[in-house]
């Protein structure tokens, strides 16, 4: 007997804040599209397919929802709900991770090739630095470059 009250609560429970949840949950999957869409302004270095992949997901959960919505009007008020809160919130926590992990997404450093293309702009009334015998030496101690004579052997080979 307690069972059966418990289910009756439950049912009227739902039914008389289904608008409200309905209303709550649509405007959670709007307030995704609109930080979907400032993400794109604010973070120019997240692909459109990383952005598309959020925006599909909400796409995704919105359909579905309608659907489950449909199909509880179809029921009578006897009836179980077909909507239920923890599987509504289950599928936002999922859009949620997902929004969270493209949106700390950190910017990209410079690849080293523009790096080195900075530096070289930066130092370029700068003279290579010779070592002895005329041999340019490169940063970082690097292998250096025997000098050739006019043959284009190296010196010292016989």
Known sequence: ???????????????????????ATFEALDLYVDKVGKLSETKPWLTDEE??????K????????????????GQPKHADPVVKAADVMGKIEKLKKLYTKVSKKKKPKP????????????????????GKDGEKSTEGGAEKEPKKDEAGKDEGAT
Do not use: C, H
Request: no cysteine; glycine share 6%.
């Open 51 to 56: 952005l598309k992949d959020v925006t599909d």
């Open 1 to 23: 007997m307690q069972q059966e009250f418990s289910k009756l609560e439950n049912r009227k429970g739902w039914y008389e804040q289904q608008d409200e949840f309905k209303k």
């Open 58 to 73: 909400i796409d995704e959960i919105r359909k579905w929802f309608e659907g489950q919505i449909e199909k509880q009007e």
């Open 111 to 130: 690849p080293k090739d523009e790096k080195a293309k900075d530096d070289e702009k930066a130092g370029e009334g700068e003279e290579a630095k010779e």
